[in-house]
């Protein structure tokens, strides 16, 4: 079953798209920063002046959108998930850190930090390397619906997997990821058995529903832990590291 799910999901690679094609609808960045600004209004993150979320590093020339589509039994095709990553070349000006400058946990979060002093110096000689990317923005259609059926559900968890399986391609096997995320997505990775180290943890903003988590995870080991894992997981995972992503234009229509 999770093939034939996966027979109707493909992966695009988008990166350097134009501002009217990040706000233009039925386009592949304009539905994905549709639904990133749908999803944070939701969960109070701070977005633009005209309350759309697109910040620096939608501009930035070392941003990609790792985006999957799924085409409906009637032909249609609709924008299922989302991650971008973005190569930094700086830990301390990576977003996922600057998400913690206002938090309200942040005297926690720099004690956390200097605990994790060894960790951060890995992730500063990575970045100075080339090998540290950003993960930003991870959002999935599925999380902005009250009601989310088994067969939502499973179209959902293909996506991600066969995503996450091209963006691993991407960036190669020395490549670390930093992030910064919720509890959701902290459940999904423990429910996949990706091991990563957390640097921090605590409330970023004061309307928050729960902890942020600060952590960093190397991208090749992560991937041959989801390859000796669950069988369907692994098949996932693998068909998205193969095939990997289309380049394709932020401007490209999904319908």
Same mark, same amino acid.
């Given at each position: 079953?999770? /093939? *034939? !799910?996966?027979? %109707?999901?493909? !992966? @695009?690679?988008?990166?350097?798209? @134009?501002? *009217?094609? +990040? *706000? %233009?609808?039925? =386009? +592949?960045?304009?539905? #994905?920063?549709?639904?990133?600004t749908t999803y944070g209004k939701m969960h109070h993150?701070?977005?633009? /002046?005209?309350?759309?979320? !697109?910040? =620096? #590093?939608?501009?930035?020339?070392?941003? !990609? #959108?790792? +985006?999957? =589509?799924e085409r409906s039994s009637f032909g249609r095709v609709h924008l299922s998930a989302g991650l971008r990553l973005t190569k930094a070349y700086d830990f301390a000006d990576t977003l996922s850190l600057a998400m913690w400058n206002e938090a309200v946990d942040r005297q926690k979060m720099t004690r956390d930090l200097v605990k994790h002093k060894q960790d951060v110096a890995i992730l500063k000689k990575a970045a100075k390397k080339g090998n540290l990317y950003d993960l930003t923005r991870l959002v999935t259609a599925m999380s902005l619906l009250a009601e989310r059926s088994p067969k939502t559900k499973r179209a959902t968890y293909a996506a991600l997997l066969l995503m996450l399986g091209a963006a691993m391609k991407h960036t190669g096997p020395d490549a670390f990821w930093l992030f910064t995320t919720n509890r959701e997505t902290k459940r999904f990775l423990d429910k996949l058995g990706i091991q990563y180290a957390l640097l921090a943890d605590g409330r970023i903003g004061y309307s928050d529903a729960g902890d942020s988590y600060l952590g960093w995870t190397s991208a090749p080991a992560a991937y041959e832990q989801l390859k000796s894992g669950n069988p369907v997981i692994a098949r996932l995972v693998e068909r998205g590291y193969t095939k990997g992503a =289309?380049?394709?234009?932020?401007a490209s229509s999904v319908s």
């Open positions: 079953m999770a /093939e *034939r !799910i996966a027979d %109707k999901i493909h !992966i @695009s690679a988008v990166s350097k798209p @134009s501002n *009217r094609a +990040l *706000r %233009k609808p039925r =386009t +592949l960045a304009g539905d #994905y920063i549709a639904m990133r993150w701070p977005v633009g /002046e005209d309350g759309v979320d !697109i910040d =620096t #590093y939608d501009h930035d020339p070392h941003t !990609i #959108y790792f +985006l999957a =589509t =289309t380049r394709q234009s932020g």
